[in-house]
């Protein structure tokens, strides 16, 4: 029975949307295989300015590598993290490097002209394609069985209130940059905080349990053991709605503590409440798609919680001879890599809701940054540090590319999920198809 005959059969016994999902998959109905797939993930967390090559970079290539100071955080996960280095920006157009450096890094595209002035170079306006972020989340929302209640979700930490193609790295399509959430109290209210959702959640109950009945006398006694198990899982989730607001999701809701202003020094506490409600989502597969950036392009957080009062884009812009500048550099991207690693921990701990392994075990945690080095604003070598199982690469290996074209591994990402994209942004740089050797 194909996939449309076992769907027009559903329908014609009366059967809504929403119940195709726990119905299309009963071995009766003979699509078993494709909703046992893992749900797959991806996390892009975005940090600026640039790295310290002599500080961030492994010497070896393959598997017996170092991980130098900026990395040390993620040696718990070694085995399963993958290193690009000499993969490249190779959009040009206009804006600074700063400006392409995020706008581009994404999307793989140029800015469009406009009237923001940056830097030496021609003032720019903003991306003129869709970010692959939101690429992968419009195929997965395009399926029943990949679909989820937002599709992505853009987090933030301490990105300026201010929009201009320094801030903002997702794009909805051409000239249409996404806003992250950067306060995590707002990002609770969307997740958890809308009692609306709870009516229409409440009502989509209701329609299962009656569209599963209805499929009951038409299957075989094994499958309605499942069945069964689906019933049982639907009264219980009316329960929960029905005894705590706090419980209507399902899983233990993050606590955040009260007062967390959006202040410099609170930086270190913003990022772990993010981290912690993304991974909530991702328990309630409330998205499968989500991104995490720090600041902003040119970004001046000072990180006074590691003794550094300087902005780090200031101290980026030191020479190479200036050790302490080099020292401070190093500790940040430290930091930051700790906060990959805080991440990559929660989902490790986190079991997924079928019991088959962790949630880091289906995501991929993209770690990158719209410079390679911060003092010369190249954008060769961007550093693309991935962490986890969520694409089916090849993990726990140092590679190095000869100034590939990042357009190349966007459409490895796609191609991770199963959406075989041809090329994605630049069309110029996309002839040699996705990257090589990641699988």
Known sequence: MSEYSRRDFLRKLGVGAASMPFLTGLPTL????????????????FSPDGIIPNTFWPDAIG?????????????????????????????RGDGDNHMRGIGCLLTGTELFPG?????????????????????????????????????????????????????????????????????PYQMFGKLYGQMKDQEILKSVLDDLQTDLAKVKGQISKEDRQLLDEH????????????????????????????????????????SKLQIDLMVSAFLADSARIATLQYTNSVGQARFTWLGIKEGQHDLSHEPDTNAEAQEKLTKINHWYCEQVAYLAKRLTETKEPDGNGTLLDNTTIVWTNELGKGNNHTLED????????????????SLKYDRVAHNRLLMAMAHG???????????????????????
């Open 30 to 45: 003979a699509l078993a295989e494709s909703l046992a797939k893992p749900k797959q993930r991806l996390v892009i967390l």
């Open 63 to 91: 598997t017996d590598f170092v991980l130098k100071e900026s990395l040390k955080p993620l040696e718990p996960f070694k085995t399963k993290t993958l290193i690009l280095k000499g993969v490249s920006d190779r959009v």
């Open 115 to 183: 009237n923001v002035q940056g830097g030496s170079d021609t003032p720019a306006g903003w991306s003129s394609g869709l970010s692959i972020d939101q690429e992968i989340r419009n195929y997965l929302q395009k399926s029943l069985l990949t679909r989820t209640r937002f599709g992505s979700l853009e987090f933030g930490v301490m990105v300026p209130d201010h929009a201009d193609p320094w801030t903002r790295m997702v794009y909805a399509g051409p000239n249409k940059p996404v806003a992250p959430i950067d306060d």
């Open 231 to 270: 019933m049982s899982l639907v009264r219980e989730m009316e329960t929960e709605i029905q005894s705590s607001r706090k419980k209507d999701v399902g899983h233990k809701v993050p606590a955040l503590d009260p007062g967390v202003r959006q202040d410099n020094d609170n930086i270190p506490k913003i």
């Open 382 to 397: 961007i550093p693309f540090v991935l962490v986890g199982g969520g694409l089916g690469f090849k993990m726990g290996r």
């Open 417 to 439: 999920f199963g959406h075989k994209i041809t090329a994605f942004g630049n069309r110029d740089f996309c002839g040699a198809g996705i990257l090589p050797n990641l699988t």
